[in-house]
């Protein structure tokens, strides 16, 4: 399976969505690295001409207003000046992607969008539902997360994660990650000479995990191996790969297509589309503990029952959602409660028929039902 994998090639993968970080995309000095790009945009006429459908996620705002408003830190000094970079900057990464796009004969779209489009079922409907009718008029959407009024508290924070949900709500086949590393390995190979790179994962496991950084090298991007990883998460449990490669190199797509190297993180089989969207998601409000007994319950498929809720953690209304989490701390799975937090704090561990003593009312009888749970 994994041999024709490699390259994502247009006659296997339908739908494709490429992030491009900001320290690939601009310079130390702020500006466009336009000749590279112009590679990658080949790449990307290339494929299309192929029948491949190409989204595009692509960081590089903030980077590029912090030059034009001559502020420190490459705009990161403080929150203010991060948006005001956004605002500034987004207007020259559009026409850059525009322009060059347009030499190829390809029209481009900006969708601006922030965490909450995406984690608002509606919204991520209306997000998906224009994404789809993009793809059938030939254009090639460029994505970004709108930093002009995001917040540190309501942001991806990173556009790994927003290229995994973008390709969540495009029912995109595969996502691939540009980087400054050429894969996921098995120590962080900047410092580590002994590192080996792991050109397939099947599965994200703790042993996964625990191969991550968090940071990012070049103090210019938001993410690092970590956010690659959950990225990954996000991905692969939509029913897409994704792909970590090196984006220093010219025309990287070709270069990965022609033998490049690069991780693939396999697709598992997709989720229903509602369950998909909930375990994707990058925001919760509580977290509810439960024992064994509903471990194995949840595992079959069934509804969380207060019985098995050992504790309730965190403040969150009714409909809020909410990681489930066993004694030992493995969060399972993750869903829409039907409780709010000082009722489902107040019945946890309480059969069913006791409920209504302690309440005065019995409104349900599940705390998180099953068509509203995702296991994760």
Same mark, same amino acid.
């Given at each position: 399976?994994?041999?024709?994998?490699?390259? $994502?090639? #247009?006659?296997?993968?339908?739908?494709?969505?490429?992030?491009?970080?900001?320290?690939?995309?601009?310079?130390?000095?702020?500006?466009?690295?336009?000749?590279?790009?112009?590679?990658?945009?080949?790449?990307?006429?290339?494929?299309?001409?192929?029948?491949?459908?190409?989204?595009?996620?692509?960081?590089?705002?903030?980077?590029?207003?912090?030059?034009r408003l001559k502020l420190? &830190?490459?705009?990161?000094?403080?929150?203010?000046?991060?948006?005001?970079?956004?605002?500034?900057?987004?207007?020259?990464?559009?026409?850059?992607?525009?322009?060059?796009?347009?030499?190829?004969?390809?029209?481009?779209?900006?969708?601006? @969008?922030?965490?909450?489009?995406?984690?608002n079922r509606r919204r991520?409907?209306?997000?998906?539902?224009?994404?789809?009718?993009?793809?059938?008029?030939? @254009?090639? #959407?460029?994505?970004?997360?709108?930093?002009?009024?995001?917040?540190?508290?309501?942001?991806?924070?990173?556009?790994?994660?927003?290229?995994?949900?973008?390709?969540?709500?495009?029912?995109?086949?595969?996502?691939?990650?540009?980087?400054?590393?050429?894969?996921?390995?098995?120590?962080?190979?900047?410092?580590?000479?002994?590192?080996?790179?792991?050109?397939?994962?099947?599965?994200?496991?703790?042993?996964?995990?625990?191969?991550?950084?968090?940071?990012?090298?070049?103090?210019?991007?938001?993410?690092?191996?970590?956010?690659?990883?959950?990225?990954?998460?996000?991905?692969?449990?939509?029913?897409?790969?994704?792909?970590?490669?090196?984006?220093?190199?010219?025309?990287?797509?070709?270069?990965?297509?022609?033998?490049?190297?690069?991780?693939? $993180?396999?697709?598992?089989?997709?989720?229903?589309?509602? /369950?998909?969207?909930?375990?994707?998601?990058?925001?919760?409000?509580?977290?509810?503990?439960?024992?064994?007994?509903?471990? &194995?319950?949840?595992?079959?498929?069934?509804?969380?029952?207060?019985?098995?809720?050992?504790? @309730?953690?965190?403040? $969150?209304?009714?409909?809020?959602?909410?990681?489930?989490?066993?004694?030992?701390g493995r969060v399972i799975?993750?869903?829409?409660?039907?409780?709010?937090?000082?009722?489902?704090?107040?019945?946890?561990? /309480?059969?069913?028929?006791?409920?209504?003593?302690?309440?005065?009312?019995?409104?349900?009888? @599940?705390?998180?039902?099953?068509?509203?749970?995702?296991?994760?």
């Open positions: 399976m994994t041999a024709s994998l490699p390259g $994502f090639p #247009p006659a296997q993968i339908r739908r494709l969505v490429i992030k491009i970080g900001s320290a690939l995309l601009v310079d130390p000095d702020g500006q466009v690295r336009a000749d590279w790009l112009r590679t990658l945009v080949a790449d990307v006429a290339e494929r299309r001409a192929a029948g491949q459908q190409v989204i595009i996620v692509s960081s590089g705002a903030i980077a590029l207003g912090a030059r420190p &830190k490459g705009g990161r000094g403080s929150l203010e000046d991060a948006q005001a970079a956004a605002a500034t900057g987004q207007i020259a990464l559009s026409q850059c992607w525009a322009n060059l796009l347009h030499e190829n004969g390809i029209t481009a779209a900006q969708m601006l @969008v922030t965490l909450d489009d995406l984690e991520y409907l209306n997000a998906s539902a224009t994404l789809e009718r993009l793809m059938q008029l030939g @254009v090639v #959407p460029v994505v970004n997360e709108n930093d002009s009024v995001a917040t540190a508290e309501i942001r991806f924070g990173d556009n790994d994660r927003l290229a995994a949900r973008i390709g969540q709500a495009a029912r995109a086949d595969a996502v691939v990650l540009l980087s400054d590393v050429d894969g996921l390995y098995t120590a962080n190979p900047h410092v580590d000479a002994d590192a080996m790179l792991i050109e397939t994962i099947e599965r994200i496991d703790a042993r996964i995990a625990g191969m991550a950084d968090s940071g990012s090298a070049s103090g210019m991007g938001s993410g690092g191996m970590t956010s690659k990883i959950e990225a990954a998460r996000i991905a692969t449990g939509a029913g897409a790969h994704l792909a970590i490669i090196s984006g220093k190199v010219d025309a990287p797509l070709s270069h990965w297509a022609k033998g490049g190297r690069g991780s693939i $993180f396999l697709a598992a089989p997709a989720r229903r589309a509602r /369950k998909g969207w909930l375990a994707g998601r990058l925001t919760v409000r509580g977290r509810i503990v439960v024992d064994a007994g509903a471990e &194995k319950a949840l595992g079959k498929g069934n509804s969380l029952l207060p019985a098995g809720v050992a504790r @309730v953690e965190g403040v $969150f209304a009714r409909g809020d959602a909410v990681d489930i989490l066993t004694e030992d799975a993750r869903g829409l409660i039907e409780y709010d937090s000082e009722e489902a704090a107040r019945i946890a561990g /309480k059969r069913s028929e006791d409920i209504a003593a302690l309440l005065g009312h019995l409104p349900r009888s @599940v705390l998180v039902h099953r068509d509203h749970l995702a296991m994760v």
